[in-house]
Nanobody, 125 residues
């Protein structure tokens, strides 16, 4: 099970911290991805983290603004979003896929087979 939290309304230039709480599996065997879908647009990959080794990938649109980390003790993955703009407004989803490659992750959504329900992020003044 995946449960996202931390969304809300924030002003441009602000920050939000999204959490993806996982249960029923160990993060050591799964890659975790974050995706978002803005109104009227297709869902797009934002970031991902490998099972181990801390390999992360980011979409060009969020590089140097977003950070992704894992708290294995809490089975939680945290997406720290900084310098937010109205273009970051979307529903944010986390997803997971089991992999034997401890250093692999992807932001291609069709690689993932378990999804959370999403959390709304709105960036507006």
């Amino acid at each position: 099970q995946l449960v996202e939290s931390g969304g809300g309304l924030v002003q441009p230039g602000g920050s939000l911290r999204l959490s993806c709480a996982t249960s029923g599996f160990t993060l050591d065997d799964y890659a975790i991805g974050w995706f978002r879908q803005a109104p009227g647009k297709e869902r797009e990959g934002v970031s991902c983290i490998s099972p181990r080794g801390g390999v992360t990938n980011f979409a060009d649109s969020v590089k140097r603004r977003f950070l992704l980390s894992k708290d294995a003790g809490d089975n939680t993955v945290v997406l720290q979003m900084n310098s937010l703009t109205p273009e970051d407004t979307a529903i944010y989803y986390c997803a997971t896929v089991k992999t034997s490659d401890q250093y692999w992750c992807t932001i291609r959504e069709y690689d993932y087979n378990y999804w959370g329900q999403g959390t709304q992020v709105t960036v507006s003044s």
